[in-house]
């Protein structure tokens, strides 16, 4: 079957009726969602996208995302800890893994952690990521990551 429409005219379209948010929001209030809100509607996203059980997104809309946001932490890694690119590649790994978990502003917080992997004290490293927060919060992870550290 030909198609008859314009695919552009209906991007427009859609846009201009159902607007583009790049954030979650509560279709029916048009609110953005913040962590404890009750909703009233569905939670949306983009042009209209409903963010539901039913909905979602799919692997390959995920992996998109993904790759996205493993971009901007080596971004903001390369700008506020411009060493880290220094490290063998399971080390830079690792601090991806890290930022990309507490976030870059996160990462620069483990003062002591950081200056010994700088250094090459990987098992100060080790130790001072394990002795944190963070470690209680996600257990396998932080044993993950700072056994890549100690070990490369």
Do not use: C
Request: zero cysteines.
């Amino acid at each position: 079957m030909t198609q008859l429409f314009s695919r552009p005219a209906l991007i427009k379209e859609l846009v201009s009726h159902e607007g583009l948010r790049l954030a979650v929001y509560d279709d029916a209030t048009g609110k953005p969602i913040e962590a404890g809100d009750t909703l009233l509607g569905n939670p949306t996203i983009g042009v209209g996208r409903l963010l539901t059980a039913a909905r979602g997104i799919s692997e390959a809309e995920a992996f998109m995302l993904l790759d996205a946001d493993i971009a901007e932490v080596e971004r903001q890694l390369d700008h506020h800890i411009a060493w880290w690119r220094d490290l063998d590649a399971s080390r830079q790994r690792a601090m991806l893994s890290w930022a990309y978990n507490v976030g870059v502003g996160g990462v620069v917080q483990f003062r002591k952690a950081l200056a010994a992997i700088r250094s090459g004290d990987w098992q100060e490293a080790h130790d001072q990521m394990l002795d944190s927060r963070w470690a209680k919060q996600v257990p396998r992870r932080a044993e993950d990551l700072a056994q890549v550290m100690l070990r490369g």
